[in-house]
């Protein structure tokens, strides 16, 4: 059994291609990964929810863009959502425990069907504001 982190990306990108844990630079995407590179063990896994890539590997190389899910139309989160699915079931197993670090917009369509594969789901901010979701981030001496 492994963790996988799911981190949602961020609109604020530095302006060349770069490995994707690298292109974002919100401060929040910036704690998010500092969190998930203090609680990765051996063989778990973290990837980033892109609203225009899907399922992204944190070193793939990406260019800028300018997509977000917060402004999507229903159809197309779900077409969204079955393409990361698809990119998921290929890194997770039953038994497996998913950590949603993005906003509720990047794991509504996600979290059944996650259920759905025999996954544990843990959603740490679940309701916090942005504030309360840095704070928390940054605080390191967590179990």
Known sequence: MKTVY??????KKRSSELPAEELYCSDLF??????VRRKVNTGDEWYILSAKHGLLHPRKKIGPYN??????????RLQWASRVMNELTKAVRS????VFLAGQRYRDL???EVVALG???RIPMRGMPI?????WLGYTERP
């Open 6 to 11: 799911l981190v949602a990306c961020a609109a």
């Open 30 to 35: 910036g704690k998010a990964r500092a969190y």
């Open 67 to 76: 997509e977000t899910l917060n402004h999507m139309r229903k159809p197309a």
């Open 95 to 98: 038994g497996d425990t998913i």
């Open 110 to 112: 996600l979290e059944p």
């Open 119 to 121: 996954c544990q789901i």
């Open 131 to 135: 504030g309360k979701q840095l704070q």
